[in-house]
């Protein structure tokens, strides 16, 4: 039997366990949890970054006959830069992008006709290979899109129809470059030509404006080919060699039975044709003089963007010549190489001059241009 003191102690322990869990638990003490411990970030690997750049030119490619060939291969050729050898990275035969900026401006019009113009530039499209993309600008007084990119030869034939093209009495020859040069920038396409047919003469005459024009057109990748007026323009502007000249005037017949004058005493008068005109004369001869320095420009840059200039006497010649330059656009390679000075190390302006030739036997290579680096770092 439990006595009544037992009983208090009892009572006593039980109170004092009860008032200790008690405090426990107002403490927040709590039993310990096991957590995994988080593990420390690894930073991130140190990489360093090489910057690439590609310079792309093209290139045609043919036999000693004059045959395209068409397994041409980087080992097959060299690339020198301002005399520093090159491999080439690449060399891709891809379907042309031709941009056509027609010439409809009357600054100089003595031999420059729409139908003309339209007429060639049917003759270029239709010879072209199928898979070509073509897009079409004209300009006089203002440049303007007739058609963008499509390889619908159709589409472009009927926006080349001589009826649709416009008419100005202004030429604006360098707004028209820069534009050119815009419209493809706007793509990412290589293999890319710029057909002129122009006489290449600007209204405002602007040596700033064209030097800039150069420049542009200069740091890209463009292929420019000329069908060119100045020969056509030049052979149509005629000048009198003299102001004036003269001789006598002719004998007239004398009627049936009447006695002939006495040698001397009938007087002759010099008939004399005086061109009172000289303003006339001033102007065409600044015409000849700005056509040649306009053939002389399109020369330059056709030679320093690997392109090729027609210089037609008629306007026959000229519709037979786009057979031949749609061939060599179709007989063309694109071919790249990493420069070993970068193009972002280079000064704004510097100019290299890069030239591809053939190390493969029988392979005749033609791709040279001139390339002016734009740079504009501060």
């Keep these: 039997m439990v006595s009544t003191r037992g009983k208090f102690l009892f009572s006593v322990l039980f109170s004092l366990f009860i008032l200790a ?3 426990c638990a107002q403490s927040g003490v709590a039993r310990p949890q096991l957590t995994t411990p988080t593990p420390t970030p690894t930073p991130p ?18 036999d000693t006959n004059g045959i395209f060939v068409g397994d041409v291969r980087p080992e097959d050729l060299v690339v020198s830069e301002n005399g ?13 992008n031709v941009l056509l900026l027609l010439d409809v401006g009357g600054e100089i019009a003595y031999a420059k ?22 897009a079409v600008m004209q300009y006089a007084d ?22 649709k093209l416009g008419y100005g009495k202004r030429s604006v020859f360098n707004s028209a470059l820069d534009a050119a040069v815009a419209f493809f920038r706007q793509t990412s396409s290589e293999n890319r030509h710029l057909i002129l047919i122009t006489d290449g003469v600007d209204s405002l005459d602007n040596t700033e404006a064209k030097r800039a024009a ?4 200069l740091s890209s990748d463009i292929n420019v ?16 060699k003299t102001l004036s000249g003269g001789g006598t005037r002719p004998r007239t017949e004398l009627p049936p039975g009447a006695e002939p004058p006495v040698r001397g005493t009938t007087p002759t008068f010099p008939v004399a044709t005086i061109n009172l005109d000289r303003e006339m004369i001033r102007k065409r001869e600044a015409q ?82 001139k390339l002016v680096v734009v740079n504009d770092r501060d």
């Design 142 to 163: 203002k440049v303007e899109v007739l058609s963008g990119w499509t390889n619908d030869k159709a589409k472009i034939l009927q926006a080349l129809n001589d009826k």
């Design 288 to 369: 000849l003089e700005e056509l040649k320095n306009s053939e002389r420009f399109l020369t330059t840059i056709a030679q320093d963007t690997n392109g090729e200039i027609f210089l037609p006497e008629t306007d026959e010649e000229m519709i037979a010549k786009t057979t031949q330059l749609a061939k060599n656009i179709d007989s063309q390679y694109v071919v790249t190489y990493i420069p070993k000075n970068p193009l972002d190390e280079a000064r704004d302006g510097e100019v290299r001059l890069i030239e591809v030739t053939s190390k493969r036997a029988n392979l005749d290579v033609q791709g040279r241009r």
């Design 225 to 240: 080919h000329v069908l060119s007026y100045t020969q056509l323009q030049q052979r149509a502007i005629t000048i009198p």
């Design 84 to 96: 520093r050898l090159h491999q080439p990275t690449s060399v891709r035969k891809t379907p042309a």
């Design 214 to 217: 150069t420049r542009n057109l």
């Design 21 to 23: 869990a008690n405090l």
């Design 45 to 62: 690997e140190q990489t360093e970054r090489i910057a690439t750049e590609e310079i792309k030119l093209n290139i045609s490619a043919f």
């Design 113 to 134: 006709r729409r139908k003309t113009t339209a007429a060639a530039a049917q003759g270029l499209v239709s010879a072209l290979h199928p898979n070509d993309s073509v």
